[in-house]
């Protein structure tokens, strides 16, 4: 059974905007802080954003920072990634992780997986 579920995913424009959703379907997820990435082709998996359990801590990495907005609400288990002015280097699958413990940025510190949603960004 597939516990993380992301949507939202699609072919954008450079400039555009895109919203992807991920559903977690397990029972801890308002006392789990969660993270995103992505992985393009021929690269690793890179972290993108990372919201503490409450929502009151966020981060980003420096490429998507000032573009990216990152949410969550507990009562529908769900993580949102709001991506504005979107540029064709962002283009990847991105995926959805439940936090463990360790640096968040790393993808290890990482348990269940989503199985991911692809962007594609347009120039």
């Known amino acids: 059974q597939v516990q993380l579920v992301e949507s939202g995913g699609g072919l954008v424009q450079a400039g555009g905007s895109l919203r992807l959703s991920c559903v977690d379907s397990g029972r801890t997820f308002s006392s789990r802080s969660m993270g995103w990435f992505r992985q393009a082709p021929g690269k690793e998996r890179e972290f993108v954003s990372y919201?503490?359990?409450?929502?009151?801590?966020?981060d980003y990495a420096d490429s998507v920072k000032g573009r990216f907005t990152i949410s969550r609400d507990n009562a529908k288990s769900t993580v949102s990634l709001q991506m504005n002015s979107l540029k064709p280097e962002d283009t990847a699958f991105y995926y959805c992780?439940?936090?463990?413990?360790?640096?968040?940025?790393?993808?290890?510190?990482?348990?269940?997986w989503g199985q991911g949603t692809q962007v594609t960004v347009s120039s």
């Open positions: 919201i503490t359990a409450s929502g009151a801590g966020t």
């Open positions: 992780a439940l936090y463990y413990r360790g640096p968040y940025y790393d993808t290890r510190s990482y348990t269940i």
